[in-house]
Structures are given as structure tokens and as C-alpha cells.
């Protein structure tokens, strides 16, 4: 009789343990559960904080802009929309936590890829000018035919028929492909619809081993003139073939001169050289830009982009906006 008693107490005890170490084990997972459940609630509400504080910083670049426009219809580099540090400066003494980095980029100063066609559908002639040379710049690697044939591709692709130019491709390369889908027969609304352009890669479109990407001057949006008080000099480059390294040179001292007129629009009289005269494709303002407004908190970060119209005399539009 003792001897059962000891061992059901020996059991007892066993048991005891085990249930202590259930109830431990479980209040360890369940205090992870909670901590994690907190960390999660944390870093949401940090990240819709910083989504209002990216965005705070989106619609002061936009009242910057409207301000601008207010003040005359220049546009250059000289002005407060381009310098990113100064619209980004104060933003910390805005927000007890947090702060933001705004961007606005001139898009009116890069080549407009769907001006490529004119109404008809043919090639517009100083568009497609423009485009050849800025792709055969050494900087992108590319041979003549390469870009030529790019050139082809990507009229095929804003083009309304469906018939291939020269060495274009339509629906026929297309559907043929591995992963087939039309070509899209209408003008491009995002610039990355163009890696599925034949001919253009990512390398291209991006940059890789040192070389730009395409990506960073081009636009989907435009009238055809580009702005030469804020395009990039491989834009600048591509305006002429009678442009040179040393005219380029000439007109960026000139837009950096402060006590230079940049009101004017004829090349000849911007930098003394004649040859280049195209005023009917040039101008001194802008309508197209993209915003990019980055929140940070500590290691966290929300970023807004958006495309956006200021009209002289009119709201800015919002084109596009996306929030990462």
C-alpha cells in the first residue's frame, strides 16, 4: 500500500512539472504573439504617420509650383521647385517625429516619346531627329541601326495600325514571343509599358555598368517642346546635329549665369552660335513635372510620386500618383 501511494505521488509530481512547463511554455509564446502584435501595431501606425508626412510634403512642392507659376512663366533651374534642399530643409521643425525629402523634376525639359507620331500616325519629323541622336549618344552603347530600329518599335508600338515600320515590330513579333501580348496600338501612358517595346531592355531602360538609363529623359506627357532652361545636356545634344560639346557647354554656362535673360528662346541668340535655329520646338516654360515626396523615421521610410499639369492661370492637375 505505501509503495502504490509513493508511486502516485512520484506521478503526481511528474505530472505537476509537466503542467508548469505547458503553462510557461505557453505564456512565452503568448507574450511573443503580444510583442509581436505590438511591434505590428507600431509600425503601422508609423507608417500611416509617414504616409501623411511624405504626402505633407507633396502638397507643399505643389503650392511651391502654383506659387512659381504665380510669379512669371519662366522656368529653369535657378528657382526654388529645383532645388531639393531647400523645399526639404525645414521639414523636420514641421512634425514632432519625422521629416521629409521632396524632388520635383522637370519633365517638360526631356524628350516626349509619344510626340514621336503626328496626327496621322507619320513620323514627326524633329521628334524623331531628336530621339535617333539622343539614342545613338555614346553614353547608351548603341549602334546606329540599334536605335533606328528602336526608333521603328517603338512608332509600331503608339501607332494606331498594325502594320510593322521598316524594322518595327506589331502584333506579329508580339504574339510570337514566349509570353505573347499585343502590341499596343496607342500613345504610351507609363514609361515603363516601353520594356515591352522590341529592342529596349532593362539595362537600356535602367542604366547597368555605369551607363544611364533612358528612363531618366524621357516623358509620356508633353507638346513636343522641351525646355531648354532645365533639359539634361544629352537632351540638349539631341536637339541638333549640328550641336557640339562645346555649344552644349556654352548654353549650361548661360542658363547658370544669373545675370542672363533665360526668357529667350532662340538658340542662335542664347549662346552666339548660328546653325541651330528652331525656336518653334523650344521654349523657356514648363507644364509637366513629377513630384516625389520621401517620410522618414528613423529607419522607416514612405515615398509618394505623382505626375502632375500646372496650366498658367489654372489648378495643377494630379495625372498620376502611387504610394510605396
Given at each position: 500500500?505505501?509503495?502504490?501511494?509513493?508511486?502516485?505521488?512520484?506521478?503526481?509530481?511528474?505530472?505537476?512539472?509537466?503542467?508548469?512547463?505547458?503553462?510557461?511554455?505557453?505564456?512565452?509564446?503568448?507574450?511573443?504573439?503580444?510583442?509581436?502584435?505590438?511591434?505590428?501595431?507600431?509600425?503601422?501606425?508609423?507608417?500611416?504617420?509617414?504616409?501623411?508626412?511624405?504626402?505633407?510634403?507633396?502638397?507643399?512642392?505643389?503650392?511651391?509650383?502654383?506659387?512659381?507659376?504665380?510669379?512669371?512663366?519662366?522656368?529653369?533651374?535657378?528657382?526654388?521647385?529645383?532645388?531639393?534642399?531647400?523645399?526639404?530643409?525645414?521639414?523636420?521643425?514641421?512634425?514632432?517625429?519625422?521629416?521629409?525629402?521632396?524632388k520635383v523634376s522637370d519633365y517638360s525639359g526631356r524628350i516626349q516619346i509619344n510626340q514621336l507620331i503626328d496626327q496621322s500616325g507619320k513620323y514627326d519629323a524633329f521628334q524623331k531627329d531628336?530621339?535617333?541622336?539622343?539614342?545613338?549618344?555614346?553614353?547608351?552603347?548603341?549602334?546606329?541601326?540599334?536605335?533606328?530600329?528602336?526608333?521603328?518599335?517603338?512608332?509600331?508600338?503608339?501607332?494606331?495600325?498594325?502594320?510593322?515600320?521598316?524594322?518595327?515590330?506589331?502584333?506579329?513579333?508580339?504574339?510570337?514571343?514566349?509570353?505573347?501580348?499585343?502590341?499596343?496600338?496607342?500613345?504610351?501612358?507609363?514609361?515603363?509599358?516601353?520594356?515591352?517595346?522590341?529592342?529596349?531592355?532593362?539595362?537600356?531602360?535602367?542604366?547597368?555598368?555605369?551607363?544611364?538609363?533612358?528612363?531618366?529623359?524621357?516623358?509620356?506627357?508633353?507638346?513636343?517642346?522641351?525646355?531648354?532652361?532645365?533639359?539634361?545636356?544629352?537632351?540638349?545634344?539631341?536637339?541638333?546635329?549640328?550641336?557640339?560639346?562645346?555649344?552644349?557647354?556654352?548654353?549650361?554656362?548661360?542658363r547658370e549665369d544669373e545675370e542672363k535673360d533665360l526668357s529667350i528662346v532662340n538658340w542662335d541668340e542664347r549662346i552666339g552660335m548660328g546653325g541651330v535655329a528652331m525656336p518653334s520646338v523650344?521654349?523657356?516654360?514648363?507644364?509637366?513635372?513629377?513630384?516625389?515626396?520621401?517620410?522618414?523615421?528613423?529607419?522607416?521610410?514612405?515615398?509618394?510620386?505623382?505626375?502632375?499639369?500646372?496650366?498658367?492661370?489654372?489648378?495643377?492637375?494630379?495625372?498620376?500618383?502611387?504610394?510605396?
Amino acid at each position: 500500500m505505501k509503495s502504490f501511494l509513493r508511486n502516485n505521488r512520484g506521478i503526481a509530481l511528474i505530472l505537476t512539472i509537466l503542467i508548469i512547463s505547458l503553462i510557461v511554455a505557453l505564456t512565452l509564446q503568448f507574450n511573443t504573439f503580444m510583442r509581436s502584435d505590438l511591434h505590428a501595431a507600431a509600425n503601422l501606425r508609423d507608417g500611416i504617420r509617414l504616409g501623411y508626412v511624405a504626402k505633407s510634403g507633396f502638397n507643399y512642392a505643389l503650392a511651391v509650383l502654383l506659387e512659381d507659376a504665380s510669379e512669371g512663366s519662366i522656368d529653369s533651374l535657378r528657382e526654388t521647385w529645383a532645388d531639393s534642399e531647400a523645399l526639404s530643409e525645414n521639414s523636420t521643425a514641421l512634425f514632432d517625429e519625422g521629416l521629409f525629402r521632396v524632388k520635383v523634376s522637370d519633365y517638360s525639359g526631356r524628350i516626349q516619346i509619344n510626340q514621336l507620331i503626328d496626327q496621322s500616325g507619320k513620323y514627326d519629323a524633329f521628334q524623331k531627329d531628336c530621339l535617333r541622336l539622343f539614342l545613338n549618344s555614346p553614353e547608351f552603347g548603341l549602334d546606329p541601326e540599334e536605335a533606328d530600329n528602336i526608333i521603328d518599335a517603338v512608332k509600331d508600338w503608339i501607332d494606331a495600325d498594325n502594320e510593322a515600320t521598316r524594322f518595327g515590330a506589331e502584333d506579329a513579333y508580339y504574339q510570337a514571343l514566349g509570353k505573347p501580348y499585343s502590341c499596343k496600338n496607342a500613345p504610351v501612358e507609363f514609361l515603363e509599358e516601353l520594356l515591352l517595346v522590341r529592342g529596349i531592355t532593362k539595362d537600356l531602360f535602367y542604366g547597368a555598368g555605369g551607363k544611364p538609363g533612358i528612363s531618366n529623359y524621357l516623358s509620356t506627357h508633353g507638346d513636343g517642346k522641351i525646355n531648354i532652361n532645365t533639359a539634361d545636356p544629352l537632351v540638349l545634344m539631341a536637339l541638333s546635329d549640328e550641336m557640339s560639346d562645346e555649344m552644349v557647354e556654352n548654353m549650361i554656362a548661360y542658363r547658370e549665369d544669373e545675370e542672363k535673360d533665360l526668357s529667350i528662346v532662340n538658340w542662335d541668340e542664347r549662346i552666339g552660335m548660328g546653325g541651330v535655329a528652331m525656336p518653334s520646338v523650344l521654349t523657356t516654360s514648363s507644364t509637366y513635372f513629377e513630384i516625389t515626396s520621401t517620410g522618414f523615421k528613423e529607419a522607416m521610410a514612405k515615398r509618394v510620386t505623382g505626375m502632375v499639369k500646372r496650366n498658367m492661370g489654372e489648378p495643377i492637375q494630379i495625372l498620376s500618383w502611387k504610394i510605396e
